[in-house]
């Protein structure tokens, strides 16, 4: 299985600043067709998760372009700038490249 | 709009088993794959399986081969999940999720959870 391993933040974050989660995966998540197949979300408390980038760095529709994603075949990074309150919760990101599907632990945000 | 409503809460003695239903509406779940995943109790998240409704055809995670059952009944746009043999740490909440062809990177929908509680 594929293992995806996430950093830590450095919590709390200002309201105002930026913020960047990494994310490493064990195994390249290129693919052949030229895609990248590594995932974000943000599960807010109490809430289901919600995807917010795909394919390493395509928001997803409705996203605010506070939030990118970058990275290479297996390190990761998603940045938020401008963090605001609506960003707390706990980020994910996941690998779609084969199964079984896994996620990271998990990143959580905390805004000062 | 494309909602994904799932079952209410389910109280299960060990031992028994539970079905977990998924209703999609604003979107055909025969142009899709409905995947499962699961949340222990302050814990992250854990892909499960999924089905092609389509077909019928399900692929899950090793560990949850004995555990989870995955069907669906386009008839209705309904999935569902049922878990057998249940133990206390099955206690957990359970997401259905799906891709649509707009998003076909990522979960872009995801139903609101089921927690699945295990206890005599």
């Known amino acids: 299985d594929i293992v995806m391993t996430q950093g830590a933040l450095p919590n709390p974050v200002p309201s105002g600043e930026s913020a960047s989660i990494t994310c490493q995966s064990s195994?390249?998540?290129?693919?052949?067709?030229?895609?990248?197949?590594l995932n974000w979300y943000l599960q807010r408390p109490g809430q289901s998760p919600q995807l917010l980038i795909y394919?390493?760095?395509t928001r997803a529709s409705g996203v605010s372009d506070r939030f990118s994603g970058s990275g290479s075949g297996t390190d990761f990074t998603l940045k938020i700038s401008r963090v605001e309150a609506e960003d707390v919760g706990v980020y994910y990101c996941?690998?779609?490249?084969?199964?079984?599907?896994?996620f990271g632990s998990g990143t959580k945000l905390e805004i000062k | 709009e494309v909602q994904l409503q799932q079952s209410g809460a389910e109280l299960g003695k060990p031992g028994t088993s539970v079905k977990l239903s998924c209703k999609v509406s604003?979107?055909?779940?025969?142009?899709?794959?409905m995947h499962w995943v699961n949340q222990r109790p302050g814990k992250g998240l854990e892909w499960i399986g999924r089905?092609?409704?389509?077909?019928?055809?399900?692929i899950y995670a090793e560990k949850f081969k004995s555990k989870a059952t995955l069907t669906a009944d386009t008839s209705s746009n309904t999935a569902y999940m049922q878990l057998s043999q249940l133990k206390s740490d099955d206690t957990a909440i359970y997401f259905c999720?799906?891709?649509?062809?707009?998003?076909?990177?990522?979960?872009?929908?995801w139903g609101q959870g089921t927690l699945v509680t295990v206890s005599s």
């Open positions: 999720a799906i891709l649509i062809a707009a998003t076909p990177g990522g979960f872009a929908y």
């Open positions: 089905i092609d409704p389509a077909n019928g055809n399900t």
């Open positions: 604003g979107y055909n779940i025969r142009s899709t794959y």
């Open positions: 195994k390249s998540l290129l693919y052949s067709d030229g895609k990248t197949y």
């Open positions: 394919w390493m760095s």
């Open positions: 996941q690998q779609f490249l084969e199964f079984p599907l896994t």
